[in-house]
Structure formats: structure tokens, C-alpha cells
């Protein structure tokens, strides 16, 4: 199982990015995606998942409005559009599958590499 967070970089206050998170050597449409985040010092925490149909959706309420979680199962990609972002969404971002929908991060594993998310003022 691998998991690629991309699409990370450094914006100023107001702007976006698009994160993708790309699988592979599992079958993709079976699995919950989540994406969590982590800011130094910070506990990881969760900000949205999508069901393995994209029937069901969870945003942590900071990011609810502003992100929109969304899953292409013919390409094995989950994306994450980050609109309006703040100094406080900056962070590592990572993606993690879960077999059920859910976004406690205690069910979620095979966690990827992150890519890092920095808004300026």
C-alpha cells in the first residue's frame, strides 16, 4: 500500500492549492481516504475524509466552507480543494485509508509521505 500527498507550496492569506493524494497496491474504491494534518507542535489532526463512493463526506469544523474533499476512483486520486486559507492551515498534510467512513484518525493507517502547506499574512 502507498500513498502520495502532492500539491502543497506557500500562499499568502485568501488563496489555494489543490492537494492530491494518489494510491496504489490496494484497491483504491474500497477504502475511506482521509486527509490530517499536522502543524509543529501540534497534535495530528484530522480535516476531511470521503467514503470509498464519495457518498459520504467529513470536514473538521475549521475547515468547513473553505475545503471541499472529492475522489476520481478511475485514477486513484483523492483531492483536497483548500480555498480562503489561513496562517492557521498551515501544516503538513497527509492522506491515510480507512476501511470504513470515519474521520477519527485512530482507524485510518498506511499514512504517506506529506507535503507541506504554508500561508502567509
Same mark, same amino acid.
Given at each position: 500500500?502507498?500513498?502520495?500527498?502532492?500539491?502543497? %507550496?506557500?500562499?499568502?492569506? &485568501?488563496? /489555494?492549492?489543490?492537494?492530491?493524494? #494518489? !494510491?496504489?497496491? *490496494?484497491?483504491? @474504491?474500497?477504502?475511506?481516504?482521509?486527509?490530517?494534518?499536522?502543524?509543529? %507542535?501540534?497534535?495530528?489532526? &484530522?480535516? /476531511?475524509?470521503?467514503?470509498?463512493? #464519495? !457518498?459520504s463526506t *467529513?470536514?473538521? @469544523?475549521?475547515?468547513?466552507?473553505?475545503?471541499?474533499?472529492?475522489?476520481?476512483?478511475?485514477?486513484?486520486?483523492?483531492?483536497?480543494?483548500?480555498?480562503?486559507?489561513?496562517?492557521?492551515?498551515?501544516?503538513?498534510?497527509?492522506?491515510?485509508?480507512?476501511?470504513?467512513?470515519?474521520?477519527?484518525?485512530?482507524?485510518f493507517r498506511?499514512?504517506?509521505?506529506?507535503?507541506?502547506?504554508?500561508?502567509?499574512?
Open positions: 500500500v502507498q500513498l502520495q500527498a502532492s500539491g502543497g %507550496g506557500s500562499v499568502q492569506s &485568501g488563496g /489555494s492549492l489543490r492537494l492530491s493524494c #494518489a !494510491g496504489s497496491g *490496494f484497491r483504491f @474504491d474500497a477504502y475511506t481516504i482521509g486527509w490530517f494534518r499536522q502543524a509543529p %507542535g501540534k497534535e495530528r489532526e &484530522g480535516v /476531511s475524509s470521503i467514503s470509498r463512493g #464519495a !457518498g *467529513f470536514y473538521a @469544523d475549521s475547515v468547513k466552507g473553505r475545503f471541499t474533499i472529492s475522489r476520481d476512483n478511475a485514477k486513484n486520486t483523492v483531492y483536497l480543494q483548500m480555498n480562503n486559507l489561513k496562517p492557521e492551515d498551515t501544516a503538513v498534510y497527509y492522506c491515510a485509508i480507512s476501511p470504513t467512513p470515519t474521520m477519527s484518525p485512530r482507524f498506511s499514512w504517506g509521505q506529506g507535503t507541506l502547506v504554508t500561508v502567509s499574512s
